[in-house]
C-alpha cells in the first residue's frame, strides 16, 4: 500500500510538472505572435503615414485648402470607423463609459485634431517644412519622457540609445537637396514644437486608454476622430480670424468628382488605416518604442515623393534610413535582450 501511494504520488507530481513546462511554450509562442502583430501593424501605419505628403501636394494642385484637406480627413475617417464598427459589432460594442467621455474629448482636442492644424498652420505662416517635420521628429523623446510619467514605463539602455538615433535619422532623412539658411519664424517653432507634443500626447493616451483600460483601438479611434470633428468648427472658425490665405482657410463644397475620391481615398489610407493600426500597436507594444518604430514614416514618404512626385535623393537620406532601420530593430530585439 505504502509503495502504491508513493507511485500515485510521484505520478501525480510528474503528471503536474509535465503539464506546466508544456504550457510555459505555448504562452510564450502565444504572447510572441501577439507583439508580431502589434510591432507589424505600427510598421504598416508609418508607411500610410508617409502617403500624406503625395496626397496633399495633390490636392492642393487642385485647389483644396489645408484646412478642407484636415476637415475632410477627419470627417471621412469618422465615416469610415462609424460604417465598419457597425458592421462588425453591430455598434453594441461602441458605447462609452460616461466618466471617460471628457477623456475622449481632450484625446480628439490634444490627439488629432490639433496635431493635424497645427502642422498645417506652421506651414502656412512661412515655417520651412524642414524646421517644421525636424521639430516634430522630436516627440520620441517626448514619448518617452509622457510614457515614464504617465504610464510608468521603464528607460531602458536601449531606449535610450534608440530615440537620439531615431530622431538623429529622421532629420536627416527630412533634409531637402538645398537647406534652408533664412531666419525662421518663432511662432512656427513653437507651432512645429507643439505638433511634437500632440503626435506624443495621441500615442500616450492611445496606449493608456486602448491597452490598459480595455476601449478596443477601433472604438477609441472611432470616438477619438468624432471629438476631433466636433473640436473642428472652433478650430476653423479661430484661425480664420488671424489667417485670411485662401490655400490656407479656403474652404468649397462644391468640387468636382476627381477631388472627392481623393479626399476619400486621403482620408482612408493616410488617416482611418494608420491612427488605427497605431493603436493596435499601443495594445501590447509601449508608447516610446511605438514611437520609434513610426519614425519609419519619413522613409516611407521620401520613397512615395520619388515614386508619385519625381523627387531626387541624397546620399545622406540614404544614411538617414539605416539610423532609423538601426533604431527600430533595437526596439524590435529589446524583449529577447530582457528574456535573456
Known sequence: MVELRLSASTSHKCINYDTRTSEKPLERIRLSTSRKVNYLSLVIAAVCFGTIAVFSYYLSLLGVSSLQQALFRIGFTVLFLFIGLGLAYSFRGITLQRKHLSFFAVYGLLGIALSIIVYITAIAIGTPVVVAVSITYLYP?????????????????????????????????????????????????????SNAIFAAVYVVLGRKWGGYEGYRPSVTTFWGFFFALVWMGPIILIISLFVSDPRVVGIQLFQPLPVWLLLMAFALIATTIPYLLTNVGVEKVDASAASIILLLDPIS?????????????????AFGAVLIFLATALIALEPRFHTR
Not at 517626448?142 to 531615431?166: H, N, W
Not at 520613397?303 to 519625381?310: A, K, N, R, T, V
Open 141 to 193: 523623446a517626448i514619448t518617452l519622457l509622457m510614457g515614464r510619467i504617465f504610464l510608468d514605463e521603464k528607460l531602458t539602455f536601449l531606449r535610450l540609445i534608440a530615440v537620439p538615433l531615431s530622431i538623429a535619422g529622421a532629420v536627416i532623412v527630412s533634409v531637402p537637396i538645398f537647406p534652408y539658411v533664412a531666419a525662421v519664424p518663432i511662432a512656427g517653432i513653437i507651432l512645429s514644437f
Open 301 to 317: 514618404a521620401v520613397l512615395f515623393g520619388i515614386i508619385f512626385l519625381s523627387q531626387p535623393v541624397a546620399i545622406w537620406q
